[in-house]
């Protein structure tokens, strides 16, 4: 590997750039997600960035209940991103569907289309746990790297 390749992965372990999707949900834990990038918890000033764009994405923020109709976004997204990525499923809805699960259009969680890597529990989860979530994506981000 030359220094080049070094440099970028070193910068993209220290400066992580998330992208936030909502499979449907309450928006409890998309409240709670973008409360950590308030200056309340503010995470930017460890270099964590949300954008817009898969294609500038290291960490994969999923929230809420996958079903028939979002599965393909979600998996569509997760193909643009660069590897290595690091996904992370935020909520019950996002673990295994909460308390939508039974529902007929529901798939589960996001594990039933993308791989995840980390799982964050809650209903909604706190923006702690959520940085908590996001600090452990980014150790197997490096791991992966």
Same mark, same amino acid.
């Not at 290291?58 to 996958?66: A, I, K, Q, S």
């Not at 799982?119 to 940085?131: D, F, L, N």
């Not at 996001?134 to 197997?140: F, I, S």
């Given at each position: 590997m030359n220094i080049i390749s070094q440099f970028l +992965?070193?910068?993209r372990i220290k400066s992580p750039w998330v992208l936030h999707f909502d499979c449907g949900s309450c928006n409890g834990c998309d409240i709670e997600t973008l409360a950590v990038l308030t200056p309340?918890?503010?995470v930017e000033r460890f270099g964590i960035i949300n954008v817009g764009n898969p294609k500038h994405a290291d960490v994969f923020l999923v929230t809420g209940t996958?079903?028939?109709?979002?599965?393909k976004v979600l998996k569509?997204?997760?193909? +643009?991103?660069?590897?290595?990525?690091?996904?992370i499923a935020i909520g019950a809805c996002g673990?295994?569907?909460g308390v939508f699960r039974d529902a007929p259009n529901v798939v589960g969680g996001v594990d039933k289309v993308i791989p995840v890597d980390v799982y964050v529990p809650g209903c909604p989860?706190?923006?702690e746990a959520i940085i908590d979530g996001v600090v452990k994506?980014?150790?197997l981000f490096a791991a992966k790297s």
């Amino acid at each position: 590997m030359n220094i080049i390749s070094q440099f970028l +992965q070193t910068s993209r372990i220290k400066s992580p750039w998330v992208l936030h999707f909502d499979c449907g949900s309450c928006n409890g834990c998309d409240i709670e997600t973008l409360a950590v990038l308030t200056p309340v918890y503010d995470v930017e000033r460890f270099g964590i960035i949300n954008v817009g764009n898969p294609k500038h994405a290291d960490v994969f923020l999923v929230t809420g209940t996958v079903n028939h109709r979002n599965k393909k976004v979600l998996k569509n997204l997760y193909d +643009q991103m660069p590897q290595p990525r690091a996904v992370i499923a935020i909520g019950a809805c996002g673990l295994s569907g909460g308390v939508f699960r039974d529902a007929p259009n529901v798939v589960g969680g996001v594990d039933k289309v993308i791989p995840v890597d980390v799982y964050v529990p809650g209903c909604p989860p706190k923006p702690e746990a959520i940085i908590d979530g996001v600090v452990k994506a980014l150790e197997l981000f490096a791991a992966k790297s």
